[in-house]
């Protein structure tokens, strides 16, 4: 399991070589990895192989930054929460020819049970048939948990409110999935392990309390890579989601369950949560839209504590539309958490433009196209798709994205470890093979290492701030490959496939270092269907111009259903 580590020029974001190891072989691996002799050894090569002496070596005089907040922000070019488009009534898309391919949207559910042809009723009975009741249970392995007399609790209080004429919102009876390190009340949080979690939460995170005041039925938790420090979606615990696109293929993670539930129709959508491309990673490889905010944007009050300086929340949706309803309702300050207080009112200002005209998106070219080849020609349409709707594309450059990944990498792991260490006396062989790696890396990591990967982030929010001066936001693709097909010998146990994952987390990780608000979007399908994304990173608290990029770019190609398509709709 030894890395290549080979640096360029101008552009030096490195490709990591290792072998693939599965079953066996990574059970061997990991054995030896957690004793002292040799693994000890083993540790120190990884480390150098992984380039962490790279960063540690290498003279950096700015001081170190440990949670990415941003206060200079000017209101009048944010706009206010009054600025709010989706006061302008449902756009109900059921029946089209649309519809029957991207799944029912938050608005068509708003519309049924408005026009009384459906009730919250009728959709909690169909997701209970569909995911707990049915012969085989939830084909994508997506649903863990389903609490279903508390289902009909809240759908029975929502049809009451739309009886009564009085619903909350228009997400009011509309089904929300939930990833599984987040706390929803009668839920336990086990965090994709198979030892936390064992009694249910009595509170909700703060995002499901801001759902359920809006109406939204809490209808699941969903499966998700172990403690999230993966991004393939597969675990050993609760098995691999599989991605609705096509079943024998990866769903990514680690917000994996999130993803595919919005995908396959099971929802319109989810929460999920992102340390290092988490949500935009599922949402590429499953052909949703997922956004990761601003860091501080949305509270973390009630998420599982496992990566303190780079975590975010955010949702995962079918359409822009649907992703800016969940945004709009999540996001803002909690009185109790207070790295959210230091940041302007959301805001939809420009969540829903008719074209693009007057702005910039820059690219670096050399990161931009390094990835697999048979996206480019999608990504080459879309840049021209963009300049058909008014924007102008810029060629950038970003020194230093190896460095930035390397601090990223040690900032997650020291803090990933560092939340798990409580458990590592009594638990530290229950958890699956790639985290015990994982794990085993990011306990020989020193003060030193996080230190200096953290006075490589003020610098890498300098790098990034300097280039997004001149654009309003940075395009890239969201993953180097689309979702690869899964090796039967990766499973159930998982694997260590180092050269994969440095291809899907490319473009995904320097955004969680920096804090800038991050979104995927789809833009199409390679030649074996399955589904494209491109990120655009955009300036700290504009999250509403990044949906509007997205709202612009769906218009561009059209939507396929997936293999499995799961609507909870009688006539569907």
Known sequence: MFLCYD???????AKLKAPHLTGTSLRLFVAILETNFPGKLIIKKLMKDSGIPYLTNKFIEEEPTYFPV?????????????????KKGIKRSFGTEKSRTSGLTIDDYAYFYRSGDFSPMDIAENLIKLTVDSKNGDPLN??????????????????????????????????????????????????????????SVSEDAEVVRRLREAGALIFCKTNMHEIGIGVTGINPHFGHVKNPYNPACYSGGSSSGSAAVVASGLCPGAIGADG??????????????????????VSERGAAPLCWSVAHIGPIAGNARDTAILYNIIAGKDPKESLTQIQPEPNLKNAFPKDLK?????????????????????????????????????????????????????????????????????HRKDFGLDVRTNLAMGRSFTNVDYIHAQRMRTKAVNIFEKSLQSVNAILTPSTGICAPEIPKKTLPKGESN????????????????????????????????????????????EESLLLGIASILEQMYEKRKPEVYLSPFPKE
């Open 7 to 13: 640096l360029h020029m101008a552009y030096n974001l």
């Open 70 to 86: 941003y206060s200079n922000f000017d209101i009048k070019t944010i706009g206010t929460k009054s600025q709010n488009p989706l």
């Open 142 to 199: 997506a649903v863990i948990k389903m609490d279903k007399d508390d289902l009909k609790k809240q759908a029975k209080e929502s049809a009451e409110r739309f009886k009564q004429g009085k619903p909350l919102s228009i997400l009011d009876g509309v089904p929300i999935a939930i990833k599984d390190e987040i706390d929803a009340a009668t839920y336990s949080t086990s965090v994709g392990t198979s030892f936390l979690g064992k009694k």
């Open 276 to 297: 290092g491309g988490s949500i935009r990673i599922p949402a590429a490889f499953c052909g949703v839209t997922g956004l990761k905010p601003t860091f501080g944007r």
């Open 358 to 426: 007057g702005l910039k998106f820059g690219i670096y070219p050399d990161w931009f196209y390094d990835c697999d080849k048979s996206m480019h020609t999608t990504l080459k349409s879309t840049l021209e798709y963009l300049k058909n709707s008014g924007a102008e594309i810029i060629e950038i450059e970003i020194p230093e994205l190896e460095e930035m990944r390397i601090a990223q990498l040690i900032t997650i792991v020291s803090e990933m470890t560092t939340a798990m260490n409580p458990y590592d006396k009594n």
């Open 498 to 541: 180092l050269p994969m994952l440095s291809d899907i987390m490319r473009f995904a990780t320097p955004s969680n270092l920096t804090g800038h608000p991050a979104i995927s979007i789809p833009i199409g399908y390679n030649p074996e269907g399955m589904p494209i994304g491109l990120q655009a990173i955009g300036r700290p608290w």
